[in-house]
């Protein structure tokens, strides 16, 4: 009989050897693969969400949903407080309700829209991942008439009353000039947490219904010093720990804007907002991303006005320094 010759040691190690290259090779370029997938499916959802807003404003005469809340807005629907673009009375009617533990079923507030288009895959524990440009709200401030019961409502930057925004910016519809510069939607950090746990105890974190209303254009998105760390102070409930990638090494964002989940940043919660790529929906229906050298210049502390939060973003930054071109 024939004896079979069989693998020796050495042919084995050196077959082992080449798989473990071959697997280094290829790892990092399944990683960006996975990567970049997931950077499409926020694009693809931030996009919805926007087209979902502008199909909105063509019912209603060209406006956007409003953003007003407090404890004298009720929504004339089904008489629950608030009245802001994620509600399911809004945004409800274009979107459907994929995670309804943002608020307890007996809460005063409006049920929330959430889950599923309202994520991004890069954001963790996510409930809701986009807000909406303060700037493109129909309504966004209110007095209250307490002899009459009544509520006067404000365009953004019109209510005197609102020192954080008022003149900071000029209120659009959807028939502004510079569409495709105008930002409608863009990622932002979830400061809410979910009122409901899973069965495991987990929590889903929202974010907020606008962004952008306080300080100027540069600096919402980063330029200088950015946001003061006050502008933090009582905006949700971070207070009660806000999961870990979703706050910076001093506890408090510089930008309304999170960089950091394009590409998805693992820096064990030292990350900085001025690192990475975001992604905005525009009032003509395109969703594009941006780093943060393409919206500002670090030395003159202003927009490069790539992306606009309203109409006034040039004039607002020129008056700061008549001088300027």
Known sequence: MKSRRAFTLI??????????????????ALGSARQSGRDVVCKSR???????????????????PTNIGGPYVI??????????????NRIGQYLPQQDYSNLALDNLDNQTVGGGVIICPNH????????????ASSAAEYEPNFSTGTLKLYKPGEYSGASATYRNGRAFDNAVDESFKMILFAESW????????SEAGEINWFTGAAIGG????????????GLPASRWNNVGNWTNGAPPDEFEADGAPTSYVPYYRHPKAQRDNTFSTSEGRANMGFV?????????????NNQTERSNYAALWSPLDRRQERDLDPGSP
Do not use: C
């Open 284 to 296: 003509d229906g395109h969703v594009e991303a941006f780093g943060p050298d393409e919206l500002f």
């Open 46 to 64: 931030i996009r919805q969400v926007t087209l979902a807003a502008i199909t909105y404003s063509t019912d209603f005469r060209d406006d956007f």
């Open 124 to 135: 963790p524990q996510a409930g809701r991942s986009y807000s909406m440009n303060y700037w």
């Open 11 to 28: 042919e084995l190690l050196v077959v082992i050897a080449i798989i473990a290259l071959l697997i280094g090779i290829l790892l990092p």
């Open 214 to 225: 306080a300080e100027l254009p540069g600096r919402r998105f980063g330029a200088g010093d």
């Open 190 to 197: 979830g400061t809410w947490r979910s009122q409901i746990e």
């Open 75 to 88: 929504d004339p629907q089904n008489g629950k407080r608030n009245m802001v673009w994620h509600d399911v």
